[in-house]
């Protein structure tokens, strides 16, 4: 109980099924860590294990954040409204600043 920051005091005036809980929420978080000690072990294997050339294999698989739609459909209104206005001139503001040439695209594209 120590690692919960409680006296002894405090574990003896608890229930039964309260000490229950305790118990099985710590065994869970045993598990738990034993189960991400392991993936990283036979992660890190694998990967010193791998082909020459092989990617690595990540531990931890990157998800990509959740668009947000209205920010995105207000974002491609302003740009409507600039294309309609000035035409498309920002896109080469764009590309030079960034240092890229534009690709030329083929006629009736």
């Given at each position: 109980m120590a690692n919960f920051g409680m006296s002894k005091r405090d574990y003896g005036e608890l229930t039964e099924l309260e000490k229950a809980f305790i118990r099985k929420a710590y065994e869970s978080k045993?598990?738990?860590?034993?189960?991400?000690?392991?993936?990283?072990?036979l992660n890190a294997v694998n990967n010193a294990m791998r082909k020459k050339g092989k990617k690595f294999q990540e531990l931890f698989k990157k998800k990509q954040a959740k668009a947000d739609k209205?920010?995105?459909?207000?974002?491609?209104?302003?740009?409507?409204?600039?294309?309609?206005?000035?035409?498309?001139?920002?896109?080469?503001?764009?590309y030079q600043g960034?240092?890229?040439?534009?690709?030329?695209?083929?006629?009736?594209?």
């Open positions: 045993i598990v738990s860590e034993m189960s991400h000690l392991r993936n990283a072990v209205d920010y995105n459909e207000n974002a491609i209104a302003i740009i409507h409204e600039i294309e309609a206005k000035e035409g498309k001139s920002w896109v080469d503001k764009v960034a240092g890229l040439r534009k690709t030329k695209q083929k006629e009736g594209e």
